[in-house]
């Protein structure tokens, strides 16, 4: 009899894992409470790119000038029909998912999962049955939702989530943007470029203040943020909000997460908005699992404890994805590699999951790209290292496509001359990621990098220009 295994949650990490199980012959059951493909294919990673190529889309007809097209252009936003194209891609890509999983014979169950042990799932179907999952391992992969702030009650019209701002059919006049991490940066970028007035408030004192992104980065998130006319309010939360017929009165205030607060931003301030948008950070979509009363731990904040082999405290149940909180990074891209872990290791395997060389990127414009440590981090771990960097705007491909804004960073061990970090942003730096990522997952050097032909004139020139300056160095 084949292995049985039941998969919660169909998101990037739960249909990867299913796909690869279904494809060594397991038995397969997924259980989805919404839409196949999670959040980030319905409300994440896709749909924001959707509307990213929308926002970059009116910025060029906006620069036709600028490339010597002549001619006037009155192009602006046309929010449903940029909800509706969002829509019909993630359509797309959902019925791929699900053709997928019926080529491959996985049974789908929709409905909400509850862990009994680890050789059953009960599950209340959204048409209201009750059905019983049975199998020899269940991985878990349920995600994370919206962290919400006391202050800040949502009504999803006035004050909204992310997942809302993805369904707005009219374009906000002012847009009060709480949180300048990843969600609340690429969303001002986006809005700006639709129309909106945007501001951002933050509490800690930098732009994407996440331990992965190198303080040279946030540096240029704020210039080209203000550029825009985005404006940021730095080391200060949002202390209260009132409803009004046409909008939002927000008083910001000092942030309790920063100690010394510039005089800028001591005082309590009111900013009106017509929209506030929340996006302070991501919970657990843990409620119902049944986690406790079957054993699986957890940490203080709710988030699923788990070994390098994506194994819980009860064995046989596995979890991967978001649920496993930031201590091992939420982004779809690792949930997916997790997804393997775990699918092989239900399947008898032996596989252990490293998060040693992990991509990030951040679709604001310009784009940020990330991979490995950052200056602060290496310099924290006592390293001796170099770091060097380039201009953007020194590429001839830079130049011509009229995308100035940017840089090349490298982190390179001084003493082994091996890549410890690369940082960029730049225009399309999120796809030239990927070569010191697979130069870091190979120990290459930044030697390696400089003597490897880069094709003229591309952007990844970029890496090549930059580990050129270690020759010098040395
Ligand atoms: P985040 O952690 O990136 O940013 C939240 C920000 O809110 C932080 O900068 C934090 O300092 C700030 N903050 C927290 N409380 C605050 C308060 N009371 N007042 C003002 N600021 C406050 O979280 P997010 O932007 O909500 O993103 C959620 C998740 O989605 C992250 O795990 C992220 O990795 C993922 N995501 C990834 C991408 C991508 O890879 N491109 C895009 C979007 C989201």
Redesign the pocket.
């Known amino acids: 009899m084949s292995t049985r295994i039941t998969v919660i949650g169909g998101g990037p990490g739960g249909y990867t894992a299913a796909f690869e199980a279904a494809r060594a012959g397991a038995e397969v059951t997924l259980i989805e409470a919404a839409r196949m493909g999670g ?1 980030c294919l319905n409300w ?2 896709i749909p ?1 790119k959707a509307f990213k190529a929308s926002a970059d889309a009116l910025e060029t007809s906006r620069r036709l000038k600028e490339f010597g097209i002549a001619g006037e252009c009155e192009a602006k936003a046309d929010m449903p029909a940029i909800v509706a194209r969002k829509e019909r891609i993630t359509d797309i890509l959902r019925g791929g998912l699900e053709k997928t999983c019926s080529r491959l014979g996985i049974n789908i169950i929709h409905g909400r999962g509850k862990v009994i042990n680890a050789g059953l799932v009960r599950v209340r179907t959204n048409d209201g049955q009750d059905l019983e999952a049975a199998g020899d391992s269940i991985i878990i992969a349920t995600g ?1 939702t ?2 919400y ?1 006391p ?1 800040l009650s949502i009504d999803h019209k006035r004050i909204i989530t ?1 997942d809302d701002a993805l369904q707005l059919d009219y374009i906000p006049k002012r847009m009060l943007i ?9 969303f001002a970028f986006i809005f700006r470029s639709f129309g909106s007035e945007v501001t951002i ?4 004192d930098r ?4 331990p992965s992104v190198d303080a040279d980065l946030s540096k240029i998130m704020l210039r080209e943020m203000k550029k825009k006319g985005i404006k940021c309010e730095l080391c ?3 202390v209260r909000a009132e409803l009004s017929s046409n909008g939002v009165s927000i008083v910001l205030g000092p ?1 309790p ?1 920063v100690e010394k607060i510039p005089s800028s931003a001591q005082k309590e301030k009111t900013i009106e908005a017509e929209v506030v948008l929340v ?4 919970v657990p979509v843990t409620k119902g699992l049944g986690l406790e009363a079957a054993g699986v731990g957890t940490d203080q904040k709710g988030w699923i404890k788990v070994d390098e082999r994506c194994r819980t405290s009860v064995p046989d149940i596995y979890a991967i994805g ?1 649920v496993l909180g ?1 201590s091992k ?4 891209h690792v949930a997916v590699m997790e997804g393997l872990v775990a699918a092989g290791n239900c399947l008898g395997m032996d596989k252990v999951m490293s998060y040693d060389v992990v991509p ?4 604001t414009s310009p784009e940020m790209a990330s991979v490995g440590l950052t200056e602060a981090q290496a310099r924290q771990q006592g390293l001796n290292l170099v770091c060097i960097q380039t201009q953007f705007r020194e590429l001839g491909k830079a130049q011509a496509m009229g995308e100035l804004a940017g840089l090349f960073k490298l982190v390179v061990d001084k003493d082994t001359d091996r890549l410890l970090g690369a940082h960029l942003a730049g225009a399309h730096v ?1 796809d030239i990621i990927a070569e010191p990522t697979l130069a870091m997952s190979m120990r290459a050097t930044g030697k390696d990098i400089a003597k490897t032909i880069h094709a003229h004139p591309t952007l990844a020139e970029g890496l090549f220009e930059t580990a050129r300056l270690l020759e010098d160095l040395s």
């Open positions: 959040a994440g990673c924001t994370s919206h962290l702030l202050s992310s709480v949180g300048g991490g990843v969600i609340g940066s690429e408030v933050e509490g800690l732009i994407l203040p996440l200060q939360t949002a942030s997460f996006a302070v950070g991501r978001d930031p990074i939420m982004l779809a990030s990127a951040i679709f999120s």
